[in-house]
């Protein structure tokens, strides 16, 4: 995909995007990490684990959405106001191919920002032995909430 | 959703699909059990864990996903004759509320079988102080597959 | 599906649709017209006719889904305040089986409405020589949109 | 996006396309017409008409999706052995903006190839006053049928 070129509304859209990274347990559990933050565009990396796998040995599709997912939503999170949370409202995935690789790439490019609603597209990549591939795609709808208790940045 | 009334090609269709779940250990490292197996009808339950939050202290969308997704990808694999292995080829999820809760169950009912695929409804409903809540509802694409090494029962 | 039992904000919801519906010259040029309009419910049917085929002679799934998104947009529309318009941000269609039959009937059923977000839940039937038949899902995403000249009632 | 680069494993490919669009009666009564055929990548575009737009004059949604859909379907047929038929599994799509315009140009481009499975990315293009833009995206699984009486080529 194309680098993303937008004009961030928060100048600290890095920071904010990091400091709710952070308090994702779950991305801690995994062991996803923010690798690339721009406006519009972010890549969560995560190494293969034994214990994120499916029948087969190779990645769980579940984690490979799980990362892809917040690599969409934090792409959209980029471009919102400081004052907005970011909601995932729904996505899809096509699983492409098997999450076989010692590294996996997530990487969410915003589609189309908006007030209300921003639609971005994510690719995820299995890098296995150098070689890289694309495993599967997704299509996230994200939506910018303000002043709600329960959804907050 | 009304209950599925299928009729299993393989009479051993429980055990096939304990079996698989067994072996994978994403679903043991978030703590996912298997609740009910009927025909066409598969049940998963996932305790809240902090380990699998996101931001707010909720259940991490990641996590229902994974869930759910099991659930539909193994209602379909009830209908499959024995010697056949399901692959998800892509799912669509709404998220309708936060994950919010001490259960979460999540329940994927075929709505149309296939030779090569199968069509699955999932919905996942978290269990709040007693009371139960529709969270996320999926619809999952679900492919036969035989003969092929890197997709196993 | 289960009837939906919501309450409208607005007693005219069914006027409301019917005039939306009737500006819609798409719908005349294929062919439909509304045939239960229900709050949080919308049933649309189209006759079979040979220009909306696709290469086979049957009902193209194009107008499948344009006939089904417009019975998910107005069951969303029903519980909508009378201020408000309605816009599909996205759907995803599950084709089950072919367009064989002399009439269609779409059903849009509200899964959960909200302020700005309405999730609706659609089935697609063929009825062919009287026997009636699944023949598409779809899941649709509306929102109720205030105050834009673009998008009216 | 980018061009497709896919060699074809039937030379015939635009003939076969071109032949299947043509006993499409529905993509004549909504006067889409075939623009480009290229291995992996189909384009159909559709001038405004009265008779296809929704309610406040701009074109239907529906026939958006409608002539996008084929667009995906065709550019998986590309690809396709000469005695396969393409059958559209599911799509998913992101309307963006308005159908505000003079021409729309639907795009089908193959993200993977496979021998059952060929999952195909979409875009559609309003041109106003000569100014091109993004009013839709999808995501489309196609599935190779051989031998089935009601899904010729």
Redesign the interface.
């Known amino acids: 995909m194309a680098e993303a070129a937008f004009t961030p509304k928060d100048p600290q859209y890095e920071q904010r995007v990091r400091a709710?990274?952070e308090?994702?347990?779950?991305m801690?559990?995994i062991g996803a990490f923010l690798s690339v933050i721009d406006p519009g565009r972010v890549v969560i990396e995560l190494p293969y684990a034994?214990?994120?796998?499916?029948?087969?040995g190779?990645l769980?599709?579940?984690?490979i959405?799980?990362?892809l997912?917040?690599a969409c939503g934090y792409a959209a999170f980029t471009l919102m106001p400081h004052d907005a949370a970011v909601?995932?409202?729904?996505?899809?995935?096509?699983?492409?191919?098997?999450g076989?690789g010692q590294l996996f790439r997530m990487e969410g490019v915003v589609?189309?920002p908006g007030r209300?609603?921003t639609?971005v597209?994510g690719r995820a990549f299995a890098i296995d032995e150098g070689r890289e591939k694309?495993i599967a795609?997704m299509?996230a709808?994200e939506?910018s909430v303000f002043g709600r208790d329960?959804?907050?940045?």
């Open positions: 709710s990274f308090r994702q347990a779950a801690q559990t034994q214990a994120l796998t499916q029948q087969h190779f769980h599709a579940g984690m959405a799980t990362a997912d917040s909601l995932t409202i729904e996505y899809k995935i096509n699983l492409l191919a098997p076989k589609t189309k209300t609603i639609v597209e694309l795609t299509t709808t939506m329960d959804v907050k940045h």
